[in-house]
């Protein structure tokens, strides 16, 4: 059954198919996908849309969403970290007028979370989905500019490149050199960007139980990280590579372990910390209300 | 005794002109043979058929590994010969910037054949890479520099540091000395003669310059118009020369 033969929520705008995309192109998206997950970390080119809004702002990511959403989900959309900027707003709101399906901010409520620069600090569970908007899906592409090359080098799983690139950033800028975007062997095979989120994430797709979706919408690529893969940083055996975090407790919610923003708040060096998860730190916040 | 490397009846043409006509060579494990002759002459596509980065239209390329299997360079598979040329080969280019990655530093660019053979102490490949700069007569002190900032003759230091790091066999080499001015050239030239010295390299070289042939060589190849006109030791070639344009050759060095 379509999801377009679904009775659609009263406040769904008309003029559109479900979920903005034509069935056509969902379709196509959809087979794009379980070509990914059949070959995880493997990117797949795809025809990917124009969307109503600009390169850079989640395209990808929108396409991903709009392909496996269906009238029972319920969508979170996180911008760095954040349910409240205007990306997220954007999104949600943008689905809720073209697919009428529940939005939530809850990371626990969530079936659909597309996110960009960050994973939740709750832990995913099993049946969850995270769509990421990727720029860049090609990990390789500051080292070597021929996409061909990149391709063959792929096949041949040839990745001395990255590693060099690795050794460059502990050369230069000593430990936690690359503190974003920092390259995965997927599945011991492929080599993969895990899109900008930071290092703090990383461990978090190593055998994680939710489905990991990327789209670059620009790049028409899609790729995957099915449940439970291995997930491997790329480091070196004397610099095993380790997550950074700001060593600071959150001035909202008071945690220590979970990944923090600092905000500056005047102009003569005044700063605070607080979670970039803003639903983890509201949760936090509330379970210290109810103690009290 | 078997040589290390072998090309068989090679021919290449591009378009009417006959880049390679029908060329055989061989070269022996620690030998040090240059190839000479006029541009154009097609010793520089000789080279790259040879070092597999250039399909001859006929004839095949046969290298020995060091456990004496022969392997027919064009016919592997593309993973095996990228393998084979990191792990056993190098080859040094004319221009240090086709042969150097520009954007990444010294110790980076020496250290990527030792990660691509699967290295991933971080420490360890520094290590060497401080070793053989100061081997090819730079201070390792400035491994985390670019290689812009280093002069010509030092990148074409560092060019050949970073392809015997992983003491390959066999070194290719395209006009190493070109376009260096002539002290730098000696220093170079010198410098590349006691390290194949110590390895016990085998080495196969193109140049113009028949000063530099003599110094390095032991045995010269001369080719004209895709065939190879005269062959022998480099002594007897360069103060006996046969063939006619061997002489030409020969006769056309300034004396200094």
């Known amino acids: 059954m379509t999801a377009s033969a679904h009775m659609q929520a009263p406040d769904t705008d008309p003029g559109y198919n479900f979920a903005y995309l034509d069935e056509a192109t969902k379709r196509m998206i959809r087979r794009t996908l379980l070509k990914a997950i059949a070959i995880p970390g493997h990117q797949i080119p795809f025809g990917a849309r124009e969307m109503p809004l600009p390169y850079g702002w989640g395209t990808g990511g929108i396409q991903v969403t709009a392909s496996i959403l269906g009238p029972d989900d319920t969508l979170k959309v996180i911008d760095q970290g954040a349910d409240d900027t205007t990306n997220a707003v954007s999104i949600r709101r943008f689905f809720h007028r073209v697919a009428g399906v529940r939005t939530t901010t809850r990371t626990a409520e969530a079936t659909i979370i597309q996110t960009r620069h960050r994973i939740p600090e709750r832990p995913l569970t099993e049946g969850q989905v995270m769509v990421f908007q990727v720029p860049m899906p090609e990990p390789l592409f500051k080292l070597e500019p021929r996409l061909a090359e990149t391709r063959r080098l792929h096949a041949l799983g040839d990745y001395s490149l990255a590693q060099v690139k690795l050794y460059e950033d502990i050369a230069r800028q000593g430990e936690g050199g690359s503190s974003y975007s920092h390259p995965v062997m997927v599945n011991h095979r492929y080599l993969m960007s895990p899109s900008p989120i930071p290092g703090f994430d990383n461990p978090k797709l190593h055998m994680s139980p939710a489905l990991m979706l990327f789209g670059a919408g620009r790049e028409k690529k899609i790729y995957a990280v099915p449940p439970y893969t291995s997930v491997v940083s790329l480091d070196f055996d004397d610099h095993p590579f380790r997550p950074v975090r700001a060593p600071h407790a959150c001035a909202a919610c008071g945690s220590t372990t979970s990944y923090l923003d600092e905000i500056v708040t005047d102009d003569r060096g005044g700063r605070m910390f607080v979670c970039s998860d803003t639903d983890h730190c509201a949760e936090n916040q509330m379970a210290r209300k109810a103690a009290e | ?256």
Request: hydrophobic share 45%; glycine share 10%.
């Open chain 2, 1 to 256: 005794m078997s040589p290390i490397l072998e090309g068989q009846d090679l021919a290449l043409r591009f378009g009417a002109v006959r880049a390679l006509d029908d060329v055989s060579l061989s070269l022996w494990p620690g030998e040090v043979v240059a190839i000479v002759g006029e541009s154009g002459s097609g010793k520089s596509t000789l080279l790259r058929v040879l070092a597999g980065l250039m399909e001859p239209q006929a004839g095949r390329v046969l290298y020995h590994d060091a456990e004496g299997a022969a392997q027919d360079v064009h016919a592997l598979r593309e993973a095996e010969r990228r393998t084979l040329m990191r792990r056993d080969w190098g080859f040094v280019h004319q221009n240090a910037r086709d042969g150097l990655r520009m954007g990444v530093s010294a110790g980076g660019n020496i250290g990527e054949r030792l990660m691509a053979a699967g290295g991933r102490h971080y420490g360890n490949i520094r290590a060497a890479a401080a070793e053989w700069m100061s081997r090819v007569e730079m201070d390792p002190a400035r491994m985390d520099e670019a290689p812009r900032n280093f002069s010509g003759g030092m990148q074409q230091r560092l060019q050949i540091a970073r392809c015997l790091v992983t003491r390959p066999r066999l070194v290719f080499m395209d006009e190493p000395t070109g376009g260096l001015d002539v002290s730098v050239q000696a220093r170079l030239l010198d410098l590349i003669r006691s390290l194949v010295a110590e390895l016990g390299l085998a080495v196969l070289f193109v140049t113009h310059d028949i000063a530099a042939a003599r110094l390095l060589a032991h045995r010269i190849v001369v080719m004209r118009h895709g065939r190879i006109v005269e062959e022998g030791l480099a002594d007897r070639v360069l103060d006996d020369p046969r063939h006619p344009y061997t002489q030409l050759l020969v006769a056309s060095v300034l004396a200094a």
